[in-house]
């Protein structure tokens, strides 16, 4: 598997993004904001990260995803390893993460790869999605927020 920048003259894959985040506003409002980054097997795309400066020194990693038929093989894993180390070699200090109280598996994920909860944006989902969002039958309400040093 190989992970790189998206090139600007080349399509985002945009169903793939819609798995992180059910918003389409918001996932082209990160893309324009942000940097791309894909992982391909064989020239297809199975998973891609967005990186979006937010403050000084600090960037969020935002719309994570694996494609369906290639969860659970520890690309996901790759992926935020990789944003990792791209936020550093950057110049960054800090990276962050959001996700939804509801995101057991993506919750324990990010805590694998080294990010600590630092905060709680309560009600996040409700304030700023128009369909309530169930995952592992859970509510998803507020966001959980997870920041490493880097
Ligand atoms: N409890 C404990 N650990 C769990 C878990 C759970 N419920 N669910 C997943 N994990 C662990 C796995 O065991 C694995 O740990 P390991 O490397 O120690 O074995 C790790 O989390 C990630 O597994 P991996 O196979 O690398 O992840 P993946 O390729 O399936 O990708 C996502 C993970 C989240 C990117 C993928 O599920 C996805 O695209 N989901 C939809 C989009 C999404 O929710 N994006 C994140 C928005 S915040």
Same mark, same amino acid.
Request: charged share 25%; with cysteine; glycine share 6%.
């Given at each position: 598997? #190989?992970?790189?920048?998206?090139?600007?003259?080349?399509?985002?894959?945009?169903?793939?993004?819609?798995?992180?985040? $059910? /918003?389409?506003?918001?996932?082209?409002?990160?893309? %324009? @904001?942000?940097?791309?980054?894909?992982?391909?097997?064989? #020239?297809?795309?199975?998973?891609?990260?967005?990186?979006? $400066?937010? @403050?000084?020194?600090?960037?969020?990693?935002? #719309?994570?995803?694996?494609?369906?038929?290639?969860?659970?093989?520890?690309?996901?894993?790759?992926?935020?390893?990789?944003?990792?180390? =791209?936020?550093?070699?950057?110049?960054? %200090?800090?990276?962050?993460?959001?996700?939804?109280?509801? /995101?057991?598996? =993506?919750?324990?994920?990010? =805590? %694998?790869?080294?990010?600590?909860?630092?905060?709680?944006?309560?009600?996040?989902?409700? @304030?700023?999605?128009?369909?309530?969002?169930?995952?592992?039958?859970? =509510?998803?309400?507020?966001?959980?927020?997870?920041?490493?040093?880097?």
């Amino acid at each position: 598997m #190989n992970i790189r920048n998206l090139k600007s003259s080349e399509e985002y894959p945009l169903d793939l993004l819609l798995l992180a985040d $059910p /918003s389409e506003e918001i996932v082209k409002e990160y893309i %324009k @904001r942000g940097e791309c980054f894909i992982a391909e097997e064989n #020239n297809f795309v199975v998973g891609v990260y967005v990186l979006l $400066p937010t @403050r000084p020194e600090t960037v969020e990693l935002v #719309n994570i995803a694996v494609n369906e038929e290639f969860q659970n093989k520890g690309i996901g894993r790759q992926l935020v390893k990789d944003a990792i180390k =791209q936020a550093h070699s950057k110049g960054y %200090k800090t990276i962050e993460v959001g996700t939804g109280n509801s /995101s057991i598996g =993506q919750l324990a994920l990010y =805590q %694998k790869c080294g990010f600590r909860i630092v905060g709680i944006d309560k009600d996040f989902f409700i @304030r700023h999605y128009s369909e309530p969002i169930f995952e592992n039958n859970i =509510q998803c309400q507020d966001m959980i927020r997870l920041s490493q040093d880097l």
